[in-house]
Protein backbone atom coordinates (compact mmCIF):
# COMPACT_ATOMS: atom_id res chain seq x y z
CA UNK A 1 0.00 0.00 0.00
CA UNK A 2 1.79 3.43 -1.13
CA UNK A 3 2.53 5.63 1.03
CA UNK A 4 -0.16 8.66 1.81
CA UNK A 5 1.50 12.14 1.53
CA UNK A 6 1.83 13.01 5.38
CA UNK A 7 0.82 16.46 5.86
CA UNK A 8 2.00 18.15 8.90
CA UNK A 9 -1.04 19.51 9.83
CA UNK A 10 0.33 20.88 13.49
CA UNK A 11 2.85 22.78 11.66
CA UNK A 12 0.35 24.07 9.23
CA UNK A 13 -1.81 25.11 11.19
CA UNK A 14 1.27 26.90 13.20
CA UNK A 15 2.59 28.99 10.06
CA UNK A 16 -1.11 29.85 9.68
CA UNK A 17 -1.09 31.66 13.09
CA UNK A 18 1.89 32.85 12.36
CA UNK A 19 0.37 34.44 9.22
CA UNK A 20 -2.09 36.18 10.85
CA UNK A 21 -0.39 37.19 14.03
CA UNK A 22 2.73 39.23 11.46
CA UNK A 23 -0.11 40.74 9.30
CA UNK A 24 -2.27 41.55 12.42
CA UNK A 25 0.48 42.94 14.29
CA UNK A 26 1.25 45.30 11.71
CA UNK A 27 -1.67 46.84 11.53
CA UNK A 28 -1.89 47.04 15.21
CA UNK A 29 1.47 48.85 15.68
CA UNK A 30 0.28 51.23 12.88
CA UNK A 31 -3.03 52.00 14.55
CA UNK A 32 -0.89 51.97 18.22
CA UNK A 33 1.60 54.72 16.43
CA UNK A 34 -1.07 56.88 15.22
CA UNK A 35 -2.95 56.99 18.49
CA UNK A 36 0.37 57.50 20.47
CA UNK A 37 0.55 60.52 17.85
CA UNK A 38 -2.86 61.97 18.51
CA UNK A 39 -2.59 61.29 22.35
CA UNK A 40 0.76 63.30 22.10
CA UNK A 41 -0.81 65.98 20.27
CA UNK A 42 -4.33 66.44 22.01
CA UNK A 43 -2.46 66.73 24.94
CA UNK A 44 -0.58 69.57 24.00
CA UNK A 45 -3.50 71.03 22.16
CA UNK A 46 -5.17 70.22 26.00
CA UNK A 47 -2.63 72.61 27.81
CA UNK A 48 -2.61 75.51 24.89
CA UNK A 49 -6.43 75.52 25.13
CA UNK A 50 -6.15 75.87 29.11
CA UNK A 51 -3.40 78.70 29.05
CA UNK A 52 -5.26 80.26 26.48
CA UNK A 53 -8.40 80.56 28.80
CA UNK A 54 -6.76 81.83 31.67
CA UNK A 55 -4.97 84.11 29.71
CA UNK A 56 -8.58 85.23 28.59
CA UNK A 57 -9.73 85.60 32.21
CA UNK A 58 -6.80 87.36 33.21
CA UNK A 59 -7.44 90.24 30.40
CA UNK A 60 -11.11 90.11 31.66
CA UNK A 61 -10.58 90.44 35.13
CA UNK A 62 -7.65 93.36 34.10
CA UNK A 63 -10.64 95.19 31.62
CA UNK A 64 -13.00 95.06 34.59
CA UNK A 65 -10.52 97.01 37.18
CA UNK A 66 -9.52 99.00 34.33
CA UNK A 67 -13.58 99.93 33.91
CA UNK A 68 -14.07 100.39 37.92
CA UNK A 69 -11.01 103.16 37.38
CA UNK A 70 -12.66 104.89 34.73
CA UNK A 71 -15.43 104.93 36.33
CA UNK A 72 -14.21 106.55 39.12
CA UNK A 73 -12.49 108.97 37.20
CA UNK A 74 -15.73 110.12 35.23
CA UNK A 75 -17.38 109.89 38.66
CA UNK A 76 -14.71 112.53 39.79
CA UNK A 77 -14.51 114.31 36.56
CA UNK A 78 -18.67 115.10 37.52
CA UNK A 79 -17.67 116.13 41.15
CA UNK A 80 -15.36 118.58 39.87
CA UNK A 81 -18.00 120.00 37.33
CA UNK A 82 -20.41 120.34 40.34
CA UNK A 83 -18.25 122.10 42.07
CA UNK A 84 -17.20 124.85 39.13
CA UNK A 85 -20.94 125.24 38.80
CA UNK A 86 -21.20 126.17 42.42
CA UNK A 87 -18.32 128.46 42.03
CA UNK A 88 -20.32 130.33 39.15
CA UNK A 89 -23.62 130.42 41.10
CA UNK A 90 -21.61 131.97 44.13
CA UNK A 91 -20.30 134.46 41.35
CA UNK A 92 -23.53 135.05 40.06
CA UNK A 93 -24.92 135.88 43.82
CA UNK A 94 -22.02 138.41 44.80
CA UNK A 95 -23.05 140.17 41.16
CA UNK A 96 -26.50 139.80 42.09
CA UNK A 97 -25.89 142.28 45.70
CA UNK A 98 -23.99 144.38 42.77
CA UNK A 99 -20.81 143.63 44.36
CA UNK A 100 -17.77 141.89 42.69
CA UNK A 101 -16.80 138.57 43.21
CA UNK A 102 -13.64 137.62 45.36
CA UNK A 103 -10.96 136.59 43.14
CA UNK A 104 -10.73 133.48 44.83
CA UNK A 105 -14.10 132.32 42.95
CA UNK A 106 -12.74 132.60 39.54
CA UNK A 107 -9.28 131.02 40.51
CA UNK A 108 -11.14 128.01 41.86
CA UNK A 109 -13.40 127.97 38.88
CA UNK A 110 -10.21 127.54 36.51
CA UNK A 111 -8.99 125.05 38.94
CA UNK A 112 -11.72 122.94 38.77
CA UNK A 113 -11.81 123.01 34.66
CA UNK A 114 -8.47 122.12 34.10
CA UNK A 115 -8.95 118.90 37.01
CA UNK A 116 -11.35 118.35 35.15
CA UNK A 117 -9.83 118.16 31.98
CA UNK A 118 -7.29 116.50 33.41
CA UNK A 119 -9.70 113.85 34.47
CA UNK A 120 -11.05 113.26 30.98
CA UNK A 121 -7.56 112.40 30.10
CA UNK A 122 -6.83 109.57 32.39
CA UNK A 123 -10.63 108.36 31.59
CA UNK A 124 -9.52 108.14 28.07
CA UNK A 125 -6.53 106.72 28.14
CA UNK A 126 -8.28 103.95 30.71
CA UNK A 127 -11.05 103.70 28.27
CA UNK A 128 -8.43 102.46 25.73
CA UNK A 129 -6.68 100.51 27.78
CA UNK A 130 -9.65 98.58 28.62
CA UNK A 131 -10.75 98.22 24.96
CA UNK A 132 -7.19 96.98 24.23
CA UNK A 133 -7.15 94.30 27.13
CA UNK A 134 -11.08 93.64 25.43
CA UNK A 135 -9.97 92.68 22.18
CA UNK A 136 -7.26 90.65 23.21
CA UNK A 137 -9.32 88.72 25.47
CA UNK A 138 -11.60 88.24 22.22
CA UNK A 139 -8.75 87.23 19.98
CA UNK A 140 -7.68 84.50 23.04
CA UNK A 141 -11.08 83.18 23.44
CA UNK A 142 -11.44 82.65 19.16
CA UNK A 143 -7.91 80.67 19.64
CA UNK A 144 -9.02 79.00 22.78
CA UNK A 145 -11.77 77.29 20.70
CA UNK A 146 -9.60 76.17 18.08
CA UNK A 147 -7.41 74.34 20.57
CA UNK A 148 -10.31 73.05 22.29
CA UNK A 149 -12.42 71.97 19.54
CA UNK A 150 -8.67 70.11 18.14
CA UNK A 151 -8.77 68.49 21.41
CA UNK A 152 -12.11 66.97 20.75
CA UNK A 153 -10.93 65.63 16.74
CA UNK A 154 -8.13 64.09 18.80
CA UNK A 155 -10.38 62.44 21.15
CA UNK A 156 -12.30 61.17 18.55
CA UNK A 157 -9.59 59.73 16.35
CA UNK A 158 -8.21 57.89 19.67
CA UNK A 159 -11.30 56.35 20.42
CA UNK A 160 -11.93 55.13 16.66
CA UNK A 161 -8.16 54.19 16.72
CA UNK A 162 -9.10 52.10 19.92
CA UNK A 163 -12.04 50.68 18.04
CA UNK A 164 -9.99 49.84 15.05
CA UNK A 165 -7.47 47.74 17.19
CA UNK A 166 -10.17 46.13 18.57
CA UNK A 167 -11.62 44.87 15.29
CA UNK A 168 -8.70 45.09 12.82
CA UNK A 169 -11.30 47.04 11.05
CA UNK A 170 -8.87 48.92 8.56
CA UNK A 171 -11.15 51.83 7.45
CA UNK A 172 -12.47 52.26 10.73
CA UNK A 173 -8.28 53.15 11.39
CA UNK A 174 -8.90 55.55 8.12
CA UNK A 175 -11.32 57.37 10.03
CA UNK A 176 -9.22 57.82 12.49
CA UNK A 177 -6.23 59.18 10.92
CA UNK A 178 -9.04 61.77 9.03
CA UNK A 179 -9.87 62.76 12.53
CA UNK A 180 -6.49 63.08 13.38
CA UNK A 181 -5.30 65.45 10.76
CA UNK A 182 -8.09 67.38 10.82
CA UNK A 183 -7.33 67.90 14.59
CA UNK A 184 -3.64 68.82 13.63
CA UNK A 185 -4.76 71.02 10.86
CA UNK A 186 -7.08 72.97 13.25
CA UNK A 187 -4.51 72.82 15.90
CA UNK A 188 -1.79 74.54 13.35
CA UNK A 189 -4.37 77.10 12.47
CA UNK A 190 -4.88 78.12 16.18
CA UNK A 191 -0.92 78.27 16.57
CA UNK A 192 -1.06 80.67 13.67
Keep these: MPEEPEVDIDRLHEEIHEEVAREGGLLLKAIALTTALFAALAAVAALRA ?11 TEATGLQAE ?17 QEAAASAWIALGKAPPPSIDSERKRYAREQADLARVAHAKEHERDEKNVEAGRLLHQHHRFANSVALFQ ?15 PVWYGSIALGLS ?7 ALA
Design 50 to 60: GGSINEVLVLK
Design 183 to 189: GAALFLM
Design 156 to 170: VAIALGAVAALTRIK
Design 70 to 86: VSDQWAAYQAKGIKSGL
